[in-house]
């Protein structure tokens, strides 16, 4: 079975700092991709980056960078010098890759809030 | 470029009441997905297709109907609302390709009174 532990529920930052969003699964593929997926209070859901399981090269993307390793199983989201516009719900899913239907699991999700 | 388009984006319901809530996607995407969101539980899959004509269970399929006609729609449909389903619904496509992300629509937000 797959599972997906986004275990900050809210947390809050003063604008500048930097902060990081954890995200821990669990599946017994070896082939999965994992997403970070972002929902401001505007309520829609976009999609911020994807990561394959075998690659763990870490990605970096302007002020946002991810951290992915494999021999702790996380895939974990730091957001540098953040800014009030970071303020949303953000969502770490895992997708099966195993040919046929691929099951996506999302976390619960993490509010960041960006106090100005 | 439209994605995915929902409709109605609010609506409020008595309990017994039906209703459909429609999605369509313009990305000739053959996987589609419902969803509901409610606080502190993430987003939970309802039902999905796997192409036209085809539907299947999700985790929470109970007091929920799909259909899936046309490849490019996907229908939501509550026979007899019931509070416990007031949520947030999202509907999502993807294409069969595992790597590729999801897209989904901007919500319908569904209270049941």
């Known amino acids: 079975a797959q599972k997906v532990t986004q275990a900050q529920t809210e947390i809050s930052v003063v604008e500048k700092e930097d902060v990081t969003l954890d995200c821990v699964y669990e599946t017994r593929d070896t082939t999965y991709y994992l997403f970070w997926y972002k929902q401001p209070p505007s309520g829609e859901l976009v999609f911020l980056i994807r990561?394959?399981?075998?690659?763990?090269q870490n990605e970096i993307s302007g002020r946002y960078s991810w951290n992915f390793q494999k021999s702790t199983s996380s895939f974990n989201f730091t957001i540098t010098a953040s800014q009030v516009v970071d303020s949303a719900v953000y969502f770490c899913a895992l997708r099966r890759s195993d040919g046929g239907y691929q099951k996506v699991t999302f976390g619960t999700g993490t509010k960041l809030q960006v106090i100005p | 470029n439209a994605g995915v388009t929902q409709t109605p984006k609010f609506r409020v319901l008595k309990t017994g009441q039906s209703m459909t809530l429609l999605c369509a996607q313009d990305m000739n995407h053959e996987y589609m997905y419902w969803y509901r969101q409610d606080p502190g539980m993430g987003l939970r899959l309802i039902h999905y297709s796997v192409g036209e004509g085809t539907t299947a269970k999700g985790e929470v399929p109970d007091g929920y109907n799909v259909s899936r006609l046309k490849k490019q729609n996907f229908l939501l449909g509550l026979e007899s609302a019931a509070p416990s389903q007031t949520s947030v619904y999202f509907c999502?496509?993807?294409?069969?390709?595992?790597?590729?992300?999801?897209?989904f629509g901007d919500g319908t937000r569904l209270s049941i009174l």
């Open positions: 999502a496509s993807s294409p069969t390709v595992s790597n590729q992300p999801q897209h």
């Open positions: 990561r394959n399981s075998f690659d763990e």
